[in-house]
């Protein structure tokens, strides 16, 4: 049989899914989940959570009742940083939650050289001394998150029992919407293939999600605060990778807890994505040339060659092509289950990774035309991440 030149570029792309499946941290498998682990021994710590909010008045009350409602044994006090909303965010979370428990923080003006959630950030860790002083974690979390019951729990006692100074979750994102249902499954899925849990585990590629990370107190003075980070956009894996430097990390997938934040169209997916993708790329015009190239020979090659193959009666490109295709609709498949999706989905990966691959070349585009990142009515950019590295003496 004549093996083509596209014959070629196929069976290296068949080879290069080979490698994801066996030798990239196990990423696809889904299988990092918060352990149900005991009493810690020595009593329960006590924990401040901080929720920095911008016009959340549509999900804090949900997200403030979840914290209020936690099976936590422990001292648990809530400060939530109203970051200078215009929608009443502060008075929906004081009928959420009316008593002392509730501490609320009106936040000052935009400091120079902060982003803004690690500006309020800042404020809320400060104001957490003062509430709490002998609270031994922090849990920094977002106000559209809606906690399970048992997470504070189990994510405490997990890291008592292993010393850890970051536990993170990746909590389950909406899925309900048509576009919700083909593009939020492969958020997740490509997270977990540039960040593979395992690997952050091991130290070897720090990260974390900001929806959910509870950090030892002694590890954020340690590091200086998050205004070692402030001028961050990507602030969870920029504090992932501080902290990993001298202590240990964890990052799993959530069972219990889960945003609320929704996207009911296209634009506010693609708003997500492109709003930080092209700082992940440490703004280099060159990563992005290798990002849309990789993307291609991963994700379009295979099919490409099924197709031609099977068009020309190349019967060799058509056989690698097939492999390809199979070998990368059976690894996106254990994250459809855990969104609960039909398998045969994965066979529309390719397009899938095609929209991405468009969302990270808008980002470049925005950037160049100066528009940079934009949140909440702000706009900035960031320097390059501290994640995009390893961190020293690992």
């Not at 404020?123 to 920094?140: F, P, T």
């Not at 540039?194 to 509870?214: D, E, T």
């Not at 994505?273 to 703004?283: C, E, N, P, S």
Request: aromatic share 10%.
């Amino acid at each position: 049989m004549e093996v083509t030149v596209l014959a070629a570029f196929d069976f290296a792309a068949l080879l290069a899914w080979v490698w994801l499946a066996l030798l990239r941290g196990g990423f696809w498998l889904c299988d990092q989940r918060l352990p149900e682990c005991g009493d810690p021994g020595n009593g329960w710590p006590a924990v401040t959570a901080v929720i920095p909010a911008r016009d959340e008045a549509e999900s804090i009350a949900e997200s403030i009742r979840s914290l209020a409602d936690q099976d936590y044994p422990g001292d648990l006090a809530i400060v939530l940083v109203d970051d200078n909303s215009s929608d009443g965010t502060a008075g929906a979370a004081r009928k959420a939650e009316p008593s002392r428990r509730l501490d609320i923080v009106d936040g000052a003006p935009l400091a120079d050289g902060w982003t803004g959630k690690l500006w309020a950030m800042h404020q809320g860790i400060a104001r957490a001394a003062e509430v709490s002083s002998d609270a031994q974690y922090i849990l920094l979390t977002d106000a559209d998150i809606a906690h399970g019951r048992d997470a504070l729990r189990r994510l405490v006692a997990m890291a008592e029992a292993n010393g850890l100074d970051l536990a993170s979750l990746m909590v389950r994102l909406r899925c309900d919407s048509f576009w919700e249902r083909w593009l939020i499954p492969a958020f997740v899925y490509f997270f977990q293939k540039l960040y593979p849990f395992r690997w952050v585990q091991s130290g070897k590629r720090p990260a974390a999600a900001g929806g959910c990370m509870l950090v030892r107190r002694s590890a954020l003075d340690r590091i200086g605060g998050v205004e070692s980070i402030r001028d961050c956009v990507i602030d969870d894996c920029a504090l992932a990778a501080e902290i990993a430097r001298n202590g240990r990390i964890w990052l799993g997938l959530a069972e219990t807890s889960a945003s609320i934040r929704g996207y009911d169209g296209l634009s506010g997916i693609w708003n997500m994505v492109a709003r930080t993708a092209f700082v992940q790329l440490r703004h280099s015009y060159l990563q992005l040339s290798g990002t849309v190239l990789g993307m291609a020979f991963l994700y379009l090659l295979p099919p490409a060659g099924l197709i031609t193959g099977f068009a020309t009666g190349d019967a060799a490109a058509m056989a690698f092509g097939a492999a390809g295709c199979g070998l990368m609709a059976a690894l996106y498949v254990p994250m459809l289950q855990l969104y609960r999706l039909a398998a045969w989905r994965s066979a529309f990966l390719p397009l899938v990774a095609l929209i991405y691959t468009l969302m990270t070349v808008s980002s470049a585009w925005r950037h160049l035309c100066g528009r940079g990142g934009t949140w909440k009515g702000r706009s900035y950019e960031a320097p390059t991440p501290p994640s995009a590295s390893p961190p020293e003496g690992r």
